[in-house]
């Protein structure tokens, strides 16, 4: 009798001993994800008001995450609205009260598909569905023609160490206060991702990625047009945030 109670004191310890090892490799095992290619736009321009008393700001940076048919834009906004200090002044403040705060805005969005969810977790309401093209033309406000260059003069080619190619241009003529007056563009011939493309007709005809576009517009004999710059940049891929938890919970549907 107390050899059986003695043995089952022993299969009993033993089966909590394998029982928390398994436990232990459960908590231990790593989840495993699905591969999550992502990409990022930097966009930033400067304009004038129409009445030329305020000058615009705007700057944001797109993030999109692919995984499978999901892709998820992430993207925080905020615009900086200067104004003249007064009627007879040429300096610009920053209007403070004007200011966004900094806060991201999700878009899910199914391949193939016209709309999309968007999430604005620090407003805490239900997610409002968008025309997904509508809504990335908003975000963005480019499109290819802004890119080319056959009406402009090559002034200068720069080789960077990174292997990049920066090309230096002017326009021929001038035609309005819309045009630049010197743009520079930067070419990759291995950046990574094509998740965002700023000149399909580039990556076509000459092999190589359109990483970031500058246009510079100087200032004016008016003192009051001071110098602008308008920049649209595919950023480095090791530069790129990591997805945060929103990012994983709604591309992956967890």
């Known amino acids: 009798m107390r050899n059986t109670i003695v043995l ?16 232990s490799c459960n908590l231990n095992k790593k989840i495993e994800l699905p591969p999550i290619e992502s990409a990022a736009l930097y966009v930033k321009w400067e304009m ?4 030329l008393n305020q000058l615009i700001k705007f700057e944001d940076t797109l993030y999109k995450y692919e995984s499978n048919n999901e892709i998820l834009y992430k ?3 905020q615009h900086d609205n200067a104004r003249k200090s007064s ?4 300096e610009f403040i920053i209007d403070n009260a004007s200011k966004t705060s900094k806060q991201y805005i999700y878009l899910i969005h199914t391949k193939g598909e016209d709309s ?10 239900e997610p409002t569905r968008r025309h997904i093209n509508q809504w990335l033309t908003r975000k963005i406000s480019f499109n290819e023609n802004m890119f080319s260059t ?8 720069l080789k960077q160490k990174n292997g990049e190619i920066t090309e230096t241009y002017t326009p021929k003529h001038k035609r309005d206060a819309s045009y630049p007056d010197t743009s520079y563009y930067t070419f990759s011939s291995n950046y990574p991702s094509k998740l965002f493309v700023l000149s399909q007709a580039v990556l076509e005809k000459r092999l190589i990625t359109l990483r ?17 710059e308008m920049i649209f940049e595919l950023l ?16 992956l549907k967890k």
């Open 8 to 23: 089952h004191k022993v299969r009993t310890a033993v089966i909590a001993v394998l029982t928390l090892s398994l436990l």
């Open 236 to 251: 480095p891929i090791e530069s790129i945030q990591k997805p945060d938890s929103i990012t994983l919970r709604l591309l």
């Open 116 to 125: 999309a969810w968007e999430y604005r977790p620090f407003r805490k309401k």
């Open 48 to 51: 004038f008001s129409p009445d």
């Open 212 to 228: 970031k576009a500058l246009f510079v517009y100087n200032s004016s004999d008016d003192p009051m047009i001071p110098r602008r």
């Open 87 to 90: 009627k007879d002044s040429n």
């Open 150 to 157: 056959t009406e402009d003069t090559l002034i200068s080619i």
């Open 75 to 77: 993207s925080s906004i």
